[in-house]
DNA sequence: TCTCGAATACTGCCCTGTGCAGTATGAGGA
DNA sequence: TCCTCATACTGCACAGGGCAGTATTCGAGA
């Protein structure tokens, strides 16, 4: 039974870490709260345990509603040793993808007003995910179900908000910014090079 | 012949409306623009094309270096038709694959120093894309390969920026607030709900 | 001039993961 | 009693990724 080796496999034995649950509970909680940094399809989330149950790191008991049977997975010693090992491997890098910005860079293919709706897709696309997370974060206060762990929740949340705030700020931007362009492949009197400029600036700021 | 419907067809699409390149090129310089926000194997970019002449959208003409064959794909009109019409389409919701931050949610399964040394590796690793993008901008003011699409670069890149200085501001706080706690599952005098107040604050404060 | 490593230019194959449809039971309200 | 929604999955086809393998050309240095 050799070790599963994704991430996947791992954010799962986090999860049963904390609790035992059925496979159908644990696809819900991860569209709920994993999802967001690791987004996997329900599909996944049903066939994972299973692997880990054979590889000795959950327990798998079929238990029963009236007919209707269920899985519940439970972490085992060795799961929680593999667990903490997995946290000193070195993470794999961030990946984004990020279609509508795929359509802002090849803008110059269509009109201004296009450009200008992709912008206005991705304001309301990051505004709706911050109320979301809000939403979320007010949810914590009042009533958490571990809370002995509103710190993590607490720290990773930050990153998230920073991250999409960060997008809305400069949806807004770049909205404002394209208003005085004439055409998407002419931004007319807009300074390009200043624009680049400043950004070195920013980065410079940072250091 | 159909319209392929994936994104990636469309950003290659964006590519060849620029110029013709063989499908090498082409997979090169994605890696180096593209790959930050729509990250493709080379695999996908080898075969991707064939899809795109097989539909009309571009040509492939096979040339030869000496023995050794090449093919270069231009777009046609259908492709810039095509490319025009998808910047219409609503774009796909943006996707996010963040395993080192599962490692932080999920810290309590091991020591304070797991958790910060996951927290440095997502500083350096923000850093250096910091620095790649800055070196990127820097080299785009010096001589650039399409200057007509400065504007277009300098607004996507900005974005780029502006969410991995997120990503490494939100490192270096998270690293101090840390500090403070005494294990990866005891925050000890840190206060959980004040970080999460003050995280509704900031967005009150966006609004 | 010769050699060797790097760049060019791909293809094949297996595996992971996704999307979607399909199946069936249970619980609670009208 | 019926209906709807939640629970609890499985099967299948296909897109995409990773990696190894193949072969030629080019340029730098011995």
Known sequence: MPAPGSTTAYALLGLLRLRPWTTYELAK???RSLHWFWPRAERKL????????AAGLATATVEATGKRPRTVYAITEAGTEALANWLSEPPEPRGLEFAALVKVFFADAGTLA??????DRIEE????RVDALAAMARQ????????ERLHLSALTMRLQLEQELAVLRWARWARAETRQWTAADRPG?????????ELLALVEAQR
């Open 125 to 128: 696309e990051s505004a709706a």
């Open 46 to 53: 049903y066939y994972e345990p299973k692997l880990l149950a």
């Open 189 to 197: 009197a807009w300074d390009s090079e200043a624009s680049l400029r």
């Open 140 to 147: 914590s206060l009042e009533e958490f179900a571990f809370p």
């Open 29 to 31: 909680q991860v569209q």
């Open 114 to 119: 296009q450009l200008q709706a992709t912008l």
